[in-house]
Structures are given as C-alpha cells and as structure tokens.
C-alpha cells in the first residue's frame, strides 16, 4: 500500500517560514502530478500549491509569492517552502500525488496523514 509521508509541520510566529516535506517508499513523485492541500477547522480541504510530472507549477492565490513547491527526483521528495507565514495559514497540510491513467482516465489517489502548521503569536 502507498503510503505518503508528510513531516516539518510546527508552531511558527507571523512572518517567519517554514519547509514541508513529503516522502514515499513505493510510489515515484516524478511520475505522478503532486500536491499540497490544506484544511483549517470548520473549511474545506483546499490546493496550495502543485507541481506536475513535467515540473510545471501553480499556486492558490492566498499563497502566491510566498510558497514554493518543489520536488527533488534523486531524493523522491516533495517540498513546500512556506515564508512569511500568516495566521490563516495555519492548518493541516497534506500530500497528495495523482496517478491518470490515459487512455481511461481513470485517476489514482495518494494522501499523507497529514502535518499540522500552526501561526500564531
């Protein structure tokens, strides 16, 4: 079974940074589009940032200029580099990877437990 691994979640103060990384044994991040998401109490699982098997990236807006997503093929890690953090960032962040299978379509699932981030002064 697949299984992703978050870790580098904490307790920062507005304005400092912070960098999550996501590993995985059996599943090569090269081959699959991947992401990070993120869920405050009481709101919906929402993308943060993405990065697809091509290397191309896309931010929310909320994060734009201030994360950075990045994957690192000779470790097969994922990295989200988190400056200037502010208060509505705290949440916890999850790892996603995607498998779509062309012709079909059909798409696969990958998630992490998940990482908490807290800001907070």
């Known amino acids: 079974q697949v299984q992703l691994v978050e870790s580098g979640g904490g307790l920062v103060q507005p304005g400092e940074s912070l960098s999550l990384s996501c590993a995985a044994a059996?599943?090569?991040?090269?081959?699959?589009?991947t992401g990070w998401y993120r869920q405050a109490p009481g709101k919906q699982r929402e993308l943060v940032a993405a990065?697809?098997?091509?290397?191309?990236?896309n931010y929310a807006d909320s994060v734009k200029g201030r994360f950075t997503i990045s994957r690192d093929n000779a470790k097969n890690t994922v990295s989200l580099q988190m400056n200037s953090l502010k208060t509505e960032d705290t949440a916890v962040y999850y790892c996603n990877a995607r498998l779509v299978v062309v012709p079909t379509g059909t798409k696969y699932d990958y998630w992490g437990q998940g990482t908490q981030v807290t800001v907070s002064s």
């Open positions: 059996e599943l090569i991040f090269s081959m699959h589009d």
């Open positions: 990065i697809t098997r091509g290397g191309s990236t």
